[in-house]
C-alpha cells in the first residue's frame, strides 16, 4: 500500500489532529457552536527571510467549497511579511474548526516552496530556473511541489504529471543512466538528436565521463546549430571552483564559433551559489533546495466570537485586513473594515489587497491559472515592494 491520504480523505477531515474533532464532538453536543472568524498568519519567517509568497489558496478553497463560510485572502502569489494577516474564515466553529490541520497543512509547505523558488530567481537575476527536485520528496505531493515552485517563478518543472496539472511542457535534458548505458557522450547526443522531438531543445549533459570543457567541444561539434545548450552536473568532489570552468568552457566554445550555446548548471545548488554564478551562467536546475524548503509556520487563531473582538493571550483581537500603497509599496494591517486614510509614507493611496474569496462555500474570486500567478510573482518581486511597515 501506499501511505497517503486521498482526496476524499481530506474532504472527509480525515487528515486533522484529534484534539479538533472531539472538541467539536463536545461543543455540538453542549449546543456551544458559535459564530466566529479565525485569522491567519504568521509572527516569523524562516531562513531570515523578510518576506514569503502566499500559496495554496486555490486548494483550500477547494476544501471549503460548500460549507457554510465566508473567506478574505490575499491573492495567491502576494508577498507578506510576518503579523500580516493572509486569510480569514468566517462561520459557526463547527462548520469548519475542525479542517484546521488541513488548511494550515495546504499553505504552511506551499508557502515556503514559492518563496524559495522566488528567492532564487532573484538570485539569479531572472535568468531561467528549472525545478529538478520533485524525487526528494513524497510523490503523492509531487505536484503540489512544482506547481509551488513554478508559480514562485521557476520557469520549467521536470516531472510529467506535475507539468501536465500546471499547463506547460516537462523540462528535462537526458540522465547519466542513458549516457552509461550508451557508453559515449557523444553518441548519447546524437542519439537523442535522432530520436527525440525536434521541439525539444538539444541540453546535453556533458560531465559523466570527460573534462567539461573538452566534452562541451566534442558535443558542439557534432550537433553543430543544433545544440541549444549544454549541462553541468558536476559532482562536487570535482566541482573545484565552478564559476571558473563555465567561464573557460564559454571562451572555448565561443572560440570555436558556437556563440550561442548555453550552459546550465546544476547540482547541489542554493541560493549563495546560484548568486556566486548568475554573471557567467545562463540557466539554472534547482532541486533539493526548493523542494526541500522550509514550511511558512501559519497560525490559525479566532479573533472575533459573536461578532464580538475575542483572542487568547498573545494575539490581537478583531477582524483585520492587510492594504498597501498604490505608490510606494507600504503595507499596512489595520482593523476591518480597512483604513482608507492616505498612505502615512508617501501620502499616496491606499489599496485594500485582501478581499473576499468565498461567501457562503461559494468561490467569488477569480482562480487564475498558475502561469498568472507565477506573473504576479514576479511583478512582485520585481518591484520589490515589500517594504517595513512598523
Partial sequence: MFYIANEDDIRNGRVMDVYFERASQILKAKGLSKYVAMEIRTKGLPAGWEWAIFSG??????????KPVDVRAIPEGTLFAPYDPVMEIQGNYTDFGSYETEILGLMCQASGIATNSARIKLAAGFKPVF?????????????????????GGCDGVSVVLDAE????????????AFILLVGDTVKSAVYFDEMIDKEVPRLIL???FNDEK?????VAEALKDRLYGIRLDTPGSRRGNMAQIVKETKWE????????????????????????LEEFVDLFGIGTYISNSPVVDFAMDIVEIEHRPFAKRGKESGRKTLSR??????????????NTAACRACGGGLEEIMRPVMKNGR?????PPAGRIRDHVLNEIKKNSVKEKR
Avoid at 57 to 66: F, V
Avoid at 131 to 151: K, L, T, V
Avoid at 328 to 336: E, Q
Fill in 57 to 66: 489558496l486555490e486548494e483550500i478553497l477547494e476544501l471549503l467549497k460548500g
Fill in 131 to 151: 525545478s529538478f527536485g520533485a524525487r526528494r520528496m513524497h510523490p503523492a505531493i509531487a505536484p503540489m511541489i512544482e506547481r509551488s515552485a513554478y508559480i
Fill in 165 to 176: 496539472k500546471i499547463g506547460i511542457e516537462p523540462s528535462g535534458t537526458i540522465p547519466h
Fill in 206 to 208: 556533458i560531465d559523466t
Fill in 214 to 218: 573538452f566534452e562541451a567541444i566534442n
Fill in 253 to 276: 566554445l565561443d572560440l570555436r564559433g558556437h556563440k550561442g550555446v548555453k550552459v546550465m548548471v546544476s547540482g547541489g545548488l542554493d541560493e549563495n551559489k546560484v548568486k556566486e
Fill in 325 to 338: 500603497c498604490k505608490e510606494c509599496g507600504l503595507r499596512t494591517v489595520s482593523a476591518y473594515p480597512a
Fill in 363 to 367: 468561490i467569488v474570486a477569480d482562480l
